[in-house]
């Protein structure tokens, strides 16, 4: 088993570009979870999942969409990127709700806007 | 708001000590969780709890309902322990999201 895997791992990109970071679980998990990890705070849910075709804002949407298309797999995008999305993000994915079972983290994505 | 305060917020140690990290909460809570990220910045669960204590080899994580209040502690600490703990707790029956601490950074020095 891979776990939870993301792609890109390192990102740079300009002020109004646009891409999408790619979370992969090979746990056959309901419920997937994109945060982001900024210096100085702690993680914070962007988006997440409770099952395929479905998804839910977290406590920092805005500037983020997210798909779910297959259960595998969780997508986070941004449109049009800010410096203020400079962060660490990081997947994860659980078989149940958030607060009953153990979250499976992926290795995180370190994107930069310039 | 609900909020998860750890402490120290920074904390160094001689090898072999006994390490205690403290999480406390506002409100009550459904559950409890002990993360670990390494200096490489992967994150791995190491505990759930949502009352009385648990323990993995050396690590020990206890809460206190009452008082709103969980403690991690690593007996015997080697420098591989050296790593950022965190605290996240989910707050509500309802809730699919966990409130998370800003972490603990721990170094162990031989």
């Known amino acids: 088993n891979a776990g939870v895997t993301q792609t890109p791992k390192f990102r740079v990109l300009k002020t109004g570009q646009s891409m999408t970071l790619l979370c992969a679980q090979d746990m056959n998990h309901e419920y997937m979870y994109w945060y982001r990890q900024d210096p100085g705070m702690g993680l914070r849910l962007i988006h997440y999942?409770?099952?395929?075709?479905?998804?839910a804002k977290g406590e920092v949407p805005d500037g983020y969409n997210v798909s779910r298309l297959k259960k595998q797999n969780f997508l986070l995008g941004l449109e049009s990127a800010a410096p203020s999305q400079t962060s660490v993000y990081f997947c994860a994915s659980s078989l149940l709700l958030a607060g009953h079972n153990e979250q499976f983290f992926g290795p995180g994505t370190r994107l930069t806007v310039l | 708001k609900n909020e998860v305060e750890q402490s120290p917020q920074n904390l160094t140690a001689q090898e072999g000590e006994f390490i205690t990290i403290n999480c406390s909460y506002s409100?009550?809570?459904?559950?409890l969780h002990w993360l670990q990220q390494h200096p490489g910045g992967g994150i791995v669960s190491l505990f759930m709890?949502?009352?009385g204590k648990k323990k993995h080899g050396r690590l020990i994580a206890t809460i206190n309902i009452q008082e709103k209040h969980s403690s991690l502690h690593i007996t015997a600490s080697h420098p591989r322990d050296s790593a950022v703990y965190i605290c996240?707790?989910?707050f509500g029956a309802g809730s699919y999201q966990l409130t998370f601490g800003k972490g603990t950074k721990l170094s162990v020095i031989p």
């Open positions: 996240a707790v989910r």
């Open positions: 409100v009550g809570i459904s559950a």
């Open positions: 999942s409770v099952g395929e075709g479905t998804t």
């Open positions: 709890l949502s009352s």
